[in-house]
């Protein structure tokens, strides 16, 4: 087998990968890593043959490879676009169901109307399945996040759950329903979930003002792009005026939040938050702190802690 023989092989072994790979492509950065592995090798096959054979017109030659990893990647797209909504519900993308109301009600009254119309009935839109995209096409795997779903609420306008994505590599949360009229909530840093299952949404704003952002839903190239500077971007500090270039932020090395969660969990069993603060050097020592198997250095780096 010559040199061109054995690379035509190569292209079409990583060719049938990189096809594979894409028709079941669910959005978790190894699969695009092993995606764009077999495609890059395709195209180094494919570009040695052209150098070596010197077709009558390379140009096209290379451009038809363009559009033939072009394709592959549209068909990893569709694939991941069309089965976020089967990874929610067969729980490929990580999950918790939380005992209570992601942002309950406040004490503002509700306005139904002024009678002279029947009640509209809720309209649905699939902001979630929008979000989950939207933090793919930004670097956000499905690997990357923890989607928490709240209960329901009897005689509420809001008829379901707000979701809240959790995405500890930028340090950010955001709170999502697919009821149309709902506001999306950006948080700038992690608040705990008791925090976001106790206030309201006119509370959260009004405690957090320079943590919290809201974000209305007009159209989805306004409300991608206004996500994009709340969840991507450095937010002005109080005091300091927002600047004309904001500072893209860069993400956290990539952590197991299944095993993040798991740490959490078992961390909240044994101490409350002001007992955690209050241990000393000697009591957070030892290589299996709170019965996780890990030392505090270790689950430090689990949640990016540094210092």
Known sequence: MDNNELLNKTYQENFVKAIGIAEKYEGAETQYKDLMENLIAVESAV??????????????????????????????????????????????????????????????????????KEFEEPRFHGRLKELIGFLHDNGIYTDDIVVCFGEGYENMMRQLSYALIEIPRLNKQILVCDQIGEATFVVDGIFSRETLLSLSKEKLQQQYPDKVRRIIYNNIKQWMEELLA???????????????????????????????EEIMEKIKEKYTGQQFIELTSKQRGGENFAGTGLGIIAIARLFNVEG
Do not use: C
């Open 47 to 116: 570009n040695h043959v052209i150098d070596d054979e010197k077709p009558a017109d390379p140009k096209t030659e290379r451009e038809v490879l363009a559009m033939v990893i072009d394709d592959v990647l549209s068909t990893a797209i569709k694939s991941f676009y069309d089965q976020i909504e089967q990874s929610l519900s067969e729980s490929k993308i990580f999950q918790k169901k939380l005992a209570g109301v992601l942002l309950p009600p406040g004490d503002t009254p509700v306005i139904l109307g002024d009678g002279s």
């Open 230 to 260: 709340a969840v991507f971007y450095e937010w002005a500090k109080e005091g300091e005026e927002s600047s004309a270039s904001p500072q893209k932020i860069e993400p956290r090395p990539k952590i197991d939040v299944k095993k993040r």
